[in-house]
């Protein structure tokens, strides 16, 4: 993991005598079922439910956390649960979900933890994704990726500036998380929600866009979300709908092919479509599936390729 | 005699400037605040220690100064130059502190920057106090009565400011322009005071003064009645502003309004809080079945003869009393009034799916138990913001996402939003059965059915607003919350018990520590004074609502009453023999009113009607006022008999009485109105005030 400064973040294992000890092990403090399309997942098993689970902790400090009351708590500060993984993956099965999901605060701030749940889920047949600021190192990276089969990433912002004001981070290890996403080949979505007036400058947003078309294709699912008033930036008006509708615009004049708006319930963007003939292929209202048109990873309408995973 | 009319009316400019400053730049803190008016007692307790440390020590200086009036001259032009600085410092000052745009602040920034901010012009005026005092006890050779009497005439001279700031002022003028024609006022009195400057036989230093000041009077002239200060000010707002671009701004009775524009969005912030995001389509404000009632929703509820399906009250957090008055056992009482048998009360408080922590769960008992106790059915549905319905009837019990599903589909209804999935997902009953579960992990005893009940005069909806929003900016101060949560009334008598036993312990044979007795009556009735406004003004904006627009005269009238009292105390002072006896007479009077105060609050004159009720409000505050004014110049008197130094001893007794006023706005109000209620926070000051007179006359008499 990435720890910017000396007390940031609120993930810090304990030292004992050289060893240092994972104090989240165990002890998730929040645990939902939820539909994948709230990560949101877009081109993963659209519909299904999902086991998510989360433990205290974050290595950043952003000031509109919507999680704050467990990413910037510590274990103490907190009521938790005692599970061990061999216990998340039986309810998983109860539940009856096809997926197990490691959201809410930041995953790799209980990676062990998330790691041997991911394991010991992969061996049962339940599938696995996580929802992650990026901010990580490539070695653990790559090793946590092999038993993890999407991924989704928060790109927060593009420009260092925000990332340390407003997150206390950095740009640069979350670009290379997402390069090495790419390179190992594993599914990929990212997110960017919009905080005017901290990051929603246009010429910033394509800047964005034009680093994920090079370095990662235009393949990969971009969704742009509307910001509400969350944790410290409680005093600022929500995103305005037509900041996230230029957005878009500007993602696919650049040539993304697959740009969604969330957190607009409703909006013709929560859906998806077929960059080849423009027909819709998942009616999505908010993080609802209404109908689902690909077929063994097709479009229905015109044969089109839809990278994802579909089943 | 020239001299001294004219140092008189300096007086009273003094006094009407600092009445003044200090309302204007509290106004503007408020909505750099967030509107929050516990921070009024940290506002105005920082206002009187500042003006405590430059009476005590900046005052002080003056028996070293020769040009005395010439140093008073000085320290008005300062404070003309400075408050407009303040004003525009105030509006600016999140950016200097690197708070992120939109970014909140917590009771620690709040503390130290309204510190700053009020620094310069708060140190400056109570320096000129003491200096007053110095130069009229020179102009009339009168010692004691020289303090007794400019206290009158600052006094005076604030209870004019207090009327002319609220009917005259601020209706017509924004900050800039009252705060530039301050300058003017302050200037010309300079002139005045400085008379024929030029002769030859006046000093160079004077004539520079006079210099300044005519420059001073001709820049803040032509600022006026030139776009000078329109143009400050709208420059002042964008720096503020940096969230979109301002389409509106008024300051309303009840508080500072500015709408933002933004895409297509227009945001109405309320002093600094959003409460309101819309595209504004005509067609729904013009359709003939919405009316929109420009009036405080709780006179609304209280006037309206018509019966209603649902009542939605549209809050999103309790963080102030004029919010927090719409949640209390009292306003949900009005509301059953107004609902039909069948009629629904909605309510929402912030809420999570994900976790719910400590101050959450607190919130949001205190809301639900609120509720249970006037409607005997509930109905929640979580989410991120929790929904409360209420009702009389059980029939709310039957709201399931079938039911809602069915009418939708029954009425055609075409929705984008409101979808019968959303539905389904938004009500399923695990969403309910978390919320329970979560409740019940966070509650540490079984009493928690009986406390956290929302009233009126005991606004818990805030203090656990308050200890929530301590979470986000200052997460260590979360035990000494929670600390405060179960403080009880028995441990403040206990702590007070065990300081005066001490007191009286170690006074009986010590002398300083024995001469600290009418100190400490000052002080302790300082402290009292500053709770009496608190307990006052926040009784005002629990009934009302729009202390915004009131709080310069509740705060001038009170004011009025400390003048009064110091006036007919000054006019006595030769006649009164028994000091120490009469000084107990007052203390004991102080008492009578504080266990007396809560009862008034349900007499049947808060009731009659509003005229009648406001009157009340402003005797109530003239008669605290007087026995707070009455004390000071007799505690001067006695005090001088002991340490005859003039300046010494108003400074001192001054900067307590003022100390004494910090520790009420701080604790006061941010602890004890919250944590206690107003009728508790009576009963702790007339505790306080008998532990005062014990000791005024166990020791107070011993001293010679």
């Given at each position: 993991m990435l720890f910017p400064d000396e007390g940031h973040g609120f993930a810090k294992p304990e030292n004992r005598a050289g060893t240092l000890y994972a104090l989240t092990y165990g002890r998730p403090c929040a645990k939902s079922v939820e539909p994948i399309e709230k990560a949101p997942f877009f081109h993963f098993i659209p519909g299904h439910r999902r086991l998510c689970v989360a433990t205290v902790g974050c290595n950043l400090r952003c000031k509109y956390c919507q999680n704050w009351h467990i990413s910037q708590k510590r274990v103490e500060e907190v009521k938790h649960y005692d599970l061990s993984p061999e216990e998340i993956v039986e309810i998983a099965k109860k539940e009856g979900v096809e997926s197990i999901c490691f959201t809410f605060s930041e995953p790799t701030a209980f990676y062990e933890y998330m790691y041997d749940i991911a394991k010991l889920a992969k061996e049962n047949g339940v599938m696995t994704s996580m929802v992650s600021n990026g901010?990580?190192?490539?070695?653990?990276?790559?090793?946590?990726?092999?038993?993890?089969?999407?991924?989704?990433?928060?790109?927060?912002?593009?420009?260092?500036?925000?990332?340390?004001?407003?997150?206390?981070?950095?740009?640069?290890?979350?670009?290379?998380?997402?390069?090495?996403?790419?390179?190992?080949?594993?599914?990929?979505?990212?997110?960017?929600?919009?905080?005017p007036p901290l990051n929603d400058k246009a010429d910033e947003i394509k800047k964005m866009c034009t680093w994920i078309k090079e370095n990662l294709g235009v393949e990969v699912p971009l969704h742009f979300s509307r910001f509400f008033p969350a944790y410290r930036l409680t005093r600022l008006p929500p995103t305005p709908i037509s900041t996230l509708e230029k957005a878009y615009e500007i993602a696919r004049e650049v040539g993304l092919n697959y740009v969604s708006i969330g957190n607009v319930r409703g909006h013709k963007h929560n859906s998806t479509f077929c960059p080849k003939c423009g027909n819709i292929l998942i009616h999505r209202v908010g993080f609802m599936v209404l109908s689902n048109n690909i077929e063994d990873g097709k479009c229905r309408f015109c044969g089109h390729e839809i990278p994802g995973i579909w089943k | 005699m020239f001299i001294r009319r004219r140092f008189v009316f300096a007086v009273l400019a003094l006094g009407f400037s600092g009445m003044v400053a200090q309302v204007l730049l509290l106004r503007e803190m408020l909505v750099i605040f967030y509107g929050n008016e516990l921070t009024i007692g940290i506002i105005l307790g920082n206002w009187l220690v500042l003006e405590a440390i430059g009476a005590f020590f900046l005052g002080k200086q003056i028996e070293k100064i020769r040009p005395k009036l010439e140093a008073f001259v000085v320290i008005q032009l300062l404070i003309s130059l400075l408050f407009p600085l303040m004003i525009y410092l105030t509006r600016i000052f999140k950016g200097i502190m690197g708070v992120a745009v939109g970014e909140g602040l917590g009771l620690l920034p709040i503390l130290y920057s309204s510190f700053l901010i009020l620094l310069p012009v708060s140190l400056l005026h109570g320096a000129a106090f003491t200096f007053a005092c110095k130069i009229h006890s020179e102009i009339t050779q009168k010692r004691a009565a020289s303090i007794g009497r400019v206290y009158v005439y600052e006094t005076l001279g604030v209870l004019i400011g207090g009327v002319a700031f609220t009917y005259l002022l601020i209706p017509y003028f924004h900050s800039f322009q009252i705060s530039l024609g301050l300058g003017l006022l302050n200037s010309v009195v300079c002139l005045g005071l400085l008379a024929k400057?030029?002769?030859g036989g006046e000093t160079s230093f004077k004539k520079f003064l006079g210099s300044v000041s005519v420059l001073f009077s001709g820049i803040f002239l032509l600022s006026l009645i030139t776009p000078a200060a329109d143009k400050l000010h709208h420059l002042s707002l964008s720096e503020q502003w940096k969230v979109g671009k301002i389409e509106h701004y008024q300051n309303s009775i009840y508080g500072n309004i500015v709408v933002i524009k933004k895409g297509e969005q227009y945001t109405f912030f309320f002093n600094g809080i959003p409460i309101i995001t819309t595209p504004l389509t005509e067609t729904e404000l013009s359709h003939p079945r919405v009316n929109i009632k420009y009036v405080d929703g709780r006179y609304f509820v209280k006037k309206t003869h018509h019966k209603y399906d649902v009542v939605l009250i549209g809050i999103s957090e309790l963080s102030n009393l004029q919010v927090n008055r719409l949640a209390t056992e009292e306003f949900f009482i009005m509301v059953r009034g107004i609902l039909k048998e069948k009629g629904i009360l909605v309510i929402s408080s912030p809420g999570s799916l994900t976790y719910l922590n400590k101050e959450l769960i607190n919130i949001n008992l205190s809301i639900l138990n609120t509720l249970k106790r006037v409607y005997p059915w509930v109905k929640i549905i979580p989410g991120d913001f929790n929904l409360f319905l209420a009702s009389i009837s059980p029939q709310i019990l039957e709201v399931e996402s079938s039911l809602l599903i069915k009418r939708l589909g029954e009425r055609e209804l075409e929705t984008f939003s409101l979808t019968s999935q959303y539905i389904q997902y938004r009500l399923h009953s695990r969403w309910l059965d978390w919320f329970l579960n979560s409740l019940a992990r966070g509650r540490e005893t079984t009493t928690d059915t009986e406390t956290k009940i929302n009233r009126d005069f005991h606004p818990l909806g805030t203090l656990y607003s308050l200890a929530f929003w301590n979470t986000l900016f200052f997460p260590k101060g979360q035990k000494l919350f929670r600390w405060l949560e179960r403080m009880s009334l028995n441990f403040f008598l206990i702590a007070l018990s065990l300081f005066g036993f001490l007191f009286l312990l170690f006074g009986y044979k010590n002398v300083r520590l024995r001469k600290g007795a009418v100190p400490f009556a000052i002080i302790s009735t300082g402290f009292a004074g500053m709770l009496f406004s608190l307990i006052l003004i926040f009784a005002f904006q629990v009934l009302y609502g729009y202390l915004y627009y009131w709080i310069g005269l509740l705060t001038s009238i009170f004011m009025a009453g400390t003048g009064v009292g110091g006036l007919l105390m000054t006019r006595s002072l030769e006649k009164v023999k028994k000091d120490i006896f009469y000084l107990s007479k007052l203390e004991a009077s102080i008492i009578v009113f504080s266990l007396l105060l809560p009862f008034i609050f349900l007499g049947p004159g808060l009731y009659f009607g509003e005229f009648f009720s406001q009157g009340v409000f402003l005797i109530l505050c003239f008669i605290s006022g007087l026995l707070i004014g009455a004390e000071f110049p007799l505690a001067n008197k006695i005090h001088l008999k002991t340490s005859p130094n003039l300046s010494g001893t108003a400074g001192m007794l001054y900067a307590g009485d003022l100390a004494g006023g910090w520790l009420g706005g701080i604790i006061g109000g941010v602890g004890l109105l919250l944590v206690l209620g107003l009728w508790k926070t009576c009963l702790i000051i007339a505790y306080l005030k008998i532990i005062s007179l014990i000791i005024l006359i166990v020791l107070g008499r011993r001293v010679k």
């Open positions: 901010f990580i190192n490539a070695e653990p990276l790559r090793q946590l990726i092999k038993v993890m089969d999407a991924v989704k990433i928060d790109l927060k912002g593009f420009s260092e500036s925000f990332y340390e004001e407003v997150c206390f981070g950095r740009l640069e290890p979350v670009l290379n998380t997402l390069r090495i996403l790419k390179e190992e080949g594993k599914w990929l979505e990212i997110v960017n929600l919009i905080v | 400057f030029w002769q």
